[in-house]
T-cell receptor, first 111, second 115 residues
Framework: SQQGEEDPQALSIQEGENATMNCSYKTSINNLQWYRQNSGRGLVHLILIRSNEREKHSGRLRVTLDTSKKSSSLLITASRAADTASYFCATDAEGYQKVTFGTGTKLQVIP | GAVVSQHPSRVICKSGTSVKIECRSLDFQATTMFWYRQFPKKSLMLMATSNEGSKATYEQGVEKDKFLINHASLTLSTLTVTSAHPEDSSFYIC???????????FGPGTRLTVL
Protein backbone atom coordinates (compact mmCIF):
# COMPACT_ATOMS: atom_id res chain seq x y z
CA SER A 1 0.00 0.00 0.00
CA GLN A 2 1.00 3.59 -0.34
CA GLN A 3 0.70 4.26 3.35
CA GLY A 4 3.74 6.04 4.64
CA GLU A 5 5.63 5.23 7.74
CA GLU A 6 6.66 7.79 10.25
CA ASP A 7 9.31 7.72 12.83
CA PRO A 8 9.61 7.98 15.60
CA GLN A 9 6.22 6.62 16.61
CA ALA A 10 6.45 8.66 19.78
CA LEU A 11 8.65 11.57 20.79
CA SER A 12 8.93 13.29 24.14
CA ILE A 13 10.93 16.50 24.47
CA GLN A 14 11.30 19.45 26.80
CA GLU A 15 9.69 22.75 25.97
CA GLY A 16 12.04 24.88 23.93
CA GLU A 17 13.73 21.97 22.22
CA ASN A 18 13.32 21.16 18.54
CA ALA A 19 11.25 18.20 17.40
CA THR A 20 11.97 16.31 14.20
CA MET A 21 9.61 13.80 12.67
CA ASN A 22 10.27 11.75 9.57
CA CYS A 23 7.98 10.29 6.97
CA SER A 24 8.76 7.73 4.29
CA TYR A 25 6.50 6.69 1.45
CA LYS A 26 6.56 4.11 -1.27
CA THR A 27 5.53 5.49 -4.64
CA SER A 28 5.95 8.71 -6.58
CA ILE A 29 3.88 11.62 -5.33
CA ASN A 30 2.48 14.93 -6.48
CA ASN A 31 2.41 16.56 -3.06
CA LEU A 32 3.14 15.74 0.53
CA GLN A 33 1.26 17.33 3.37
CA TRP A 34 1.66 17.40 7.12
CA TYR A 35 -1.29 17.45 9.49
CA ARG A 36 -1.68 17.78 13.20
CA GLN A 37 -4.29 16.06 15.33
CA ASN A 38 -5.00 16.76 18.94
CA SER A 39 -6.27 13.77 20.88
CA GLY A 40 -9.78 12.82 19.79
CA ARG A 41 -10.08 15.76 17.45
CA GLY A 42 -10.06 16.40 13.73
CA LEU A 43 -7.06 17.19 11.61
CA VAL A 44 -5.45 20.56 11.07
CA HIS A 45 -3.50 21.15 7.88
CA LEU A 46 -0.01 22.43 8.61
CA ILE A 47 1.89 22.62 5.38
CA LEU A 48 1.98 21.31 1.82
CA ILE A 49 5.16 20.71 -0.12
CA ARG A 50 5.10 19.91 -3.80
CA SER A 51 7.20 17.20 -5.40
CA ASN A 52 9.40 19.79 -7.12
CA GLU A 53 10.14 21.59 -3.85
CA ARG A 54 12.86 20.62 -1.42
CA GLU A 55 12.16 22.77 1.59
CA LYS A 56 9.38 24.90 2.93
CA HIS A 57 8.91 27.05 6.00
CA SER A 58 5.87 28.20 7.89
CA GLY A 59 6.46 29.95 11.19
CA ARG A 60 8.23 27.49 13.48
CA LEU A 61 7.71 24.66 11.01
CA ARG A 62 10.25 23.52 8.47
CA VAL A 63 9.49 20.73 6.04
CA THR A 64 11.97 19.05 3.76
CA LEU A 65 11.28 16.64 0.94
CA ASP A 66 13.70 14.23 -0.70
CA THR A 67 11.95 12.53 -3.57
CA SER A 68 14.98 10.40 -4.38
CA LYS A 69 14.72 8.85 -0.93
CA LYS A 70 10.95 9.10 -0.82
CA SER A 71 11.11 10.80 2.52
CA SER A 72 10.12 14.00 4.24
CA SER A 73 10.84 15.55 7.59
CA LEU A 74 8.94 17.99 9.75
CA LEU A 75 10.93 20.15 12.14
CA ILE A 76 9.22 22.12 14.87
CA THR A 77 11.57 24.62 16.39
CA ALA A 78 11.37 26.05 19.90
CA SER A 79 8.61 23.64 20.84
CA ARG A 80 5.80 24.58 23.18
CA ALA A 81 3.56 22.51 25.37
CA ALA A 82 0.71 23.38 23.02
CA ASP A 83 2.53 21.53 20.24
CA THR A 84 1.67 18.27 21.99
CA ALA A 85 -0.33 16.31 19.41
CA SER A 86 -0.04 13.59 16.81
CA TYR A 87 1.49 14.55 13.49
CA PHE A 88 0.72 12.78 10.23
CA CYS A 89 2.17 13.04 6.78
CA ALA A 90 -0.11 12.46 3.82
CA THR A 91 0.74 11.82 0.20
CA ASP A 92 -1.36 11.99 -2.93
CA ALA A 93 0.15 9.64 -5.42
CA GLU A 94 -3.08 9.28 -7.33
CA GLY A 95 -3.79 12.93 -7.82
CA TYR A 96 -4.37 15.69 -5.36
CA GLN A 97 -7.81 14.60 -4.32
CA LYS A 98 -6.99 11.27 -2.72
CA VAL A 99 -4.46 11.26 0.08
CA THR A 100 -2.93 8.44 2.05
CA PHE A 101 -1.83 9.02 5.61
CA GLY A 102 1.32 7.88 7.34
CA THR A 103 1.31 6.06 10.62
CA GLY A 104 1.84 9.21 12.64
CA THR A 105 4.18 10.48 15.33
CA LYS A 106 2.86 11.26 18.77
CA LEU A 107 4.71 14.27 20.12
CA GLN A 108 4.70 15.21 23.77
CA VAL A 109 6.25 18.51 24.81
CA ILE A 110 6.92 18.68 28.51
CA PRO A 111 6.59 22.14 30.07
CA GLY B 1 -9.74 28.61 5.57
CA ALA B 2 -12.65 26.50 4.43
CA VAL B 3 -14.78 24.95 7.17
CA VAL B 4 -16.13 21.44 7.27
CA SER B 5 -18.53 20.36 9.96
CA GLN B 6 -19.67 16.95 11.12
CA HIS B 7 -22.74 15.94 13.04
CA PRO B 8 -23.02 14.41 15.50
CA SER B 9 -19.68 14.76 17.23
CA ARG B 10 -20.39 11.74 19.41
CA VAL B 11 -22.93 8.96 19.15
CA ILE B 12 -23.58 5.90 21.24
CA CYS B 13 -25.91 3.29 19.85
CA LYS B 14 -27.01 -0.25 20.46
CA SER B 15 -25.76 -3.09 18.37
CA GLY B 16 -27.95 -3.68 15.33
CA THR B 17 -29.06 -0.10 14.87
CA SER B 18 -28.05 2.23 12.04
CA VAL B 19 -26.26 5.51 12.53
CA LYS B 20 -26.06 8.42 10.12
CA ILE B 21 -23.17 10.87 10.18
CA GLU B 22 -23.34 14.13 8.26
CA CYS B 23 -20.47 16.01 6.72
CA ARG B 24 -21.04 19.56 5.53
CA SER B 25 -18.86 22.08 3.77
CA LEU B 26 -20.00 25.33 5.29
CA ASP B 27 -18.59 28.00 3.04
CA PHE B 28 -17.70 26.26 -0.15
CA GLN B 29 -19.04 23.69 -2.57
CA ALA B 30 -17.34 20.33 -2.58
CA THR B 31 -17.87 18.01 -5.51
CA THR B 32 -15.75 15.45 -3.74
CA MET B 33 -15.70 14.46 -0.11
CA PHE B 34 -13.82 11.69 1.61
CA TRP B 35 -14.62 9.45 4.54
CA TYR B 36 -11.92 8.13 6.82
CA ARG B 37 -11.90 5.83 9.77
CA GLN B 38 -9.43 6.02 12.60
CA PHE B 39 -8.92 3.39 15.28
CA PRO B 40 -7.44 4.42 18.62
CA LYS B 41 -3.80 5.44 18.36
CA LYS B 42 -3.80 4.58 14.69
CA SER B 43 -3.66 6.51 11.46
CA LEU B 44 -6.54 7.46 9.22
CA MET B 45 -7.67 4.91 6.70
CA LEU B 46 -9.60 6.07 3.67
CA MET B 47 -12.93 4.31 3.42
CA ALA B 48 -14.49 5.88 0.38
CA THR B 49 -14.57 8.82 -1.95
CA SER B 50 -17.94 10.51 -2.18
CA ASN B 51 -18.81 12.25 -5.42
CA GLU B 52 -21.78 14.57 -5.70
CA GLY B 53 -24.50 13.08 -7.84
CA SER B 54 -22.86 9.72 -8.35
CA LYS B 55 -22.01 6.55 -6.49
CA ALA B 56 -19.25 6.56 -3.98
CA THR B 57 -15.98 4.80 -4.68
CA TYR B 58 -15.05 2.43 -1.89
CA GLU B 59 -11.59 1.33 -0.91
CA GLN B 60 -10.70 -2.31 -0.97
CA GLY B 61 -12.05 -4.14 2.03
CA VAL B 62 -14.75 -1.61 2.86
CA GLU B 63 -18.25 -3.05 2.64
CA LYS B 64 -20.41 -0.71 0.60
CA ASP B 65 -23.60 -2.23 1.97
CA LYS B 66 -22.35 -1.71 5.48
CA PHE B 67 -21.22 1.86 5.03
CA LEU B 68 -23.73 3.69 2.88
CA ILE B 69 -22.58 6.98 1.46
CA ASN B 70 -24.82 9.59 -0.08
CA HIS B 71 -23.60 12.87 -1.55
CA ALA B 72 -26.85 14.49 -2.52
CA SER B 73 -25.66 18.08 -2.72
CA LEU B 74 -22.47 20.04 -3.15
CA THR B 75 -22.32 20.77 0.56
CA LEU B 76 -23.49 17.55 2.19
CA SER B 77 -22.32 13.98 2.29
CA THR B 78 -23.68 11.38 4.68
CA LEU B 79 -22.24 8.13 5.95
CA THR B 80 -24.68 5.60 7.35
CA VAL B 81 -23.30 2.72 9.35
CA THR B 82 -25.92 0.03 8.96
CA SER B 83 -26.59 -2.66 11.52
CA ALA B 84 -23.76 -1.39 13.65
CA HIS B 85 -21.69 -3.77 15.73
CA PRO B 86 -19.15 -3.10 18.47
CA GLU B 87 -16.30 -3.56 15.99
CA ASP B 88 -17.64 -0.56 14.07
CA SER B 89 -16.82 1.64 17.04
CA SER B 90 -14.30 4.13 15.77
CA PHE B 91 -13.56 7.75 14.98
CA TYR B 92 -14.98 8.72 11.60
CA ILE B 93 -13.62 11.79 9.86
CA CYS B 94 -14.73 13.39 6.62
CA UNK B 95 -12.91 15.82 4.41
CA UNK B 96 -13.76 17.98 1.45
CA UNK B 97 -11.38 19.08 -1.22
CA UNK B 98 -10.90 22.49 -2.70
CA UNK B 99 -9.20 21.86 -6.03
CA UNK B 100 -7.95 25.40 -6.42
CA UNK B 101 -6.04 25.11 -3.14
CA UNK B 102 -4.87 21.56 -3.69
CA UNK B 103 -5.84 20.83 -0.13
CA UNK B 104 -8.34 18.83 1.85
CA UNK B 105 -10.22 20.34 4.76
CA PHE B 106 -11.18 17.98 7.51
CA GLY B 107 -14.19 17.86 9.72
CA PRO B 108 -13.82 17.56 13.50
CA GLY B 109 -14.73 13.89 13.46
CA THR B 110 -17.50 11.73 14.91
CA ARG B 111 -16.83 9.28 17.72
CA LEU B 112 -19.08 6.24 17.29
CA THR B 113 -19.48 3.79 20.13
CA VAL B 114 -21.57 0.70 19.55
CA LEU B 115 -22.63 -1.13 22.68
Amino acid sequence: SQQGEEDPQALSIQEGENATMNCSYKTSINNLQWYRQNSGRGLVHLILIRSNEREKHSGRLRVTLDTSKKSSSLLITASRAADTASYFCATDAEGYQKVTFGTGTKLQVIP
Amino acid sequence: GAVVSQHPSRVICKSGTSVKIECRSLDFQATTMFWYRQFPKKSLMLMATSNEGSKATYEQGVEKDKFLINHASLTLSTLTVTSAHPEDSSFYICSASLPQYNEQFFGPGTRLTVL
